[in-house]
């Protein structure tokens, strides 16, 4: 699986968009790019994944540039709830292992 | 929504003995996975169980551990005799056969050895 590098944290308030980027320069052709929220004490919640250009779901947005060298994760107007780690994970997930980074932990203020 | 259960919820153990957690993964799926989360660090991948067969399996899943199918809806994981830094939250996954092959995670069973 590719290595992925993401912010360790980022602070918001509440009604902002943030915009979480991660690397992974390794990317090989057959890899997907998935992302996961998780809050304490749970497990890693599906949020989003992509394989070029741009997704978006009810949740979230994934901008993935032509090179797929990177990816970012975009939440809309975050609120409170939304303070979570947010992990990207670059490959092909199915029997393989999969390896989490730190992810960026993300904390949303009033 | 489909989900992936866990049980138990928590359990507590003295060092040595074995545990068995549970688990029943969405039921279309085909592949399966176990993870660990020791408090404060991150998810580490232990064993990925697919066709009735480990495929994958991490440097942590040692003699310890073994996995198993026992029906058509339960996946288990067994620890035969615990150590104390088998403490950690245990998770399961499960995916399907799409070609993305999506994990979606159950809620955890917090194992905790004395």
């Known amino acids: 699986l590719a290595k992925t590098t993401q912010p360790i944290s980022m602070d918001s308030y509440e009604g902002q968009e943030v915009n979480i980027t991660c690397s992974h320069n390794?990317?090989?052709?057959?890899?997907?790019i998935t992302w996961y929220q998780q809050f304490p004490s749970q497990g890693p919640r599906f949020i989003i994944q992509?394989?070029?250009t741009k997704v978006t779901n009810e949740v979230a947005s994934l901008f993935i540039p032509a090179d797929r060298k990177s990816s970012t994760l975009s939440l809309p107007r975050v609120s409170l709830s939304d303070t979570a780690v947010y992990y990207c994970l670059v490959g092909d997930m199915g029997g393989f292992k999969t390896i989490f980074g730190a992810g960026t932990r993300l904390f949303v203020k009033a | 929504e489909p989900e992936v259960t866990q049980t138990p919820s928590h359990q507590v153990t003295q060092m040595g003995q074995e545990v068995i957690l549970r688990c029943v993964p969405i039921?279309?799926?085909?592949?399966f996975y176990w993870y660990r989360q020791i408090l404060g660090q991150k998810v580490e991948f232990l064993v990925s169980?697919?066709?009735?067969?480990?495929?994958?399996k991490s440097e942590i899943f040692d003699d310890q551990f073994s996995v198993e199918r026992p029906d058509g809806s339960n996946f288990t994981l067994k620890i035969r005799s615990t150590k104390l830094e088998d403490s950690a939250m245990y998770f399961c996954?499960?995916?399907?056969?799409?070609?993305?092959?999506?994990?979606?995670f159950g809620p955890g069973t917090r194992l905790l050895v004395l």
């Open positions: 390794n990317i090989a052709t057959n890899d997907y």
């Open positions: 039921s279309n799926h085909l592949y």
């Open positions: 992509g394989y070029k």
């Open positions: 996954a499960s995916s399907g056969i799409v070609r993305e092959k999506t994990q979606y």
């Open positions: 169980f697919y066709n009735n067969e480990i495929s994958e």
